[in-house]
């Protein structure tokens, strides 16, 4: 479990494709107090310490997270926003985050607005009745609050959100660009709801 609140910018040294594709992630973490077995989000993704050194651990990308999250986060010389699995009496900053993908988003636009920059972003339809405005998604591994949606004309859902300067400082969403994937996860419990509702509707 997590929070969205990055707590490290690191940066993938290898990456190399064995039965799944292994990842040395370069770390400001002290490592001396990461146990292997342990849990980190990588850019939103919950993944699994098999190995470490003085300044990188390595993880496991398994195909069915390569084919369900966004791909040039695997790649050598990407940027990840790291987390650390949150501990019991650990201030929650953010939102309860699980660090499992509900889709790959694409990055419709962005625009100066005031010293934050906002971001327009599509996602699939059927994700539409978990998003609110005013409610909190995660991009990417941020906790983020949605300022808006709306239904695309192409059958998509558009949100937008607003990054903030210490945001663009302090994870990789300060270099957003339009046609840009990133990796969502709706609020866990808004996807609770829904399915709960879709099963009484049945």
Known sequence: MFTGIVTDVATVRSAEQRGDLR????TAYDLDTVDLGASIACS???LTVVDKGDDWFAVDVSDETLSKTA???WREGAKLNLERALRLGDELGGHIVTGHVDAVATIVGTCAEGDSTRVDISVPADLAPMIAP???I???GVSLTVNG???AEDGSTHFAV?????TAQHTTLGELAAGQQLNVEIDVLAR????MLAARSQ
């Open 23 to 26: 990842l040395a992630v370069g």
């Open 71 to 73: 791909g040039d986060h």
């Open 134 to 136: 005013k409610g909190s």
């Open 149 to 151: 949606v709306r239904q």
């Open 44 to 46: 939103g993704v919950c």
């Open 192 to 195: 609770y709801i829904d399915r």
């Open 162 to 166: 607003n990054i903030i300067p210490h």
């Open 138 to 140: 995660t991009l990417d």
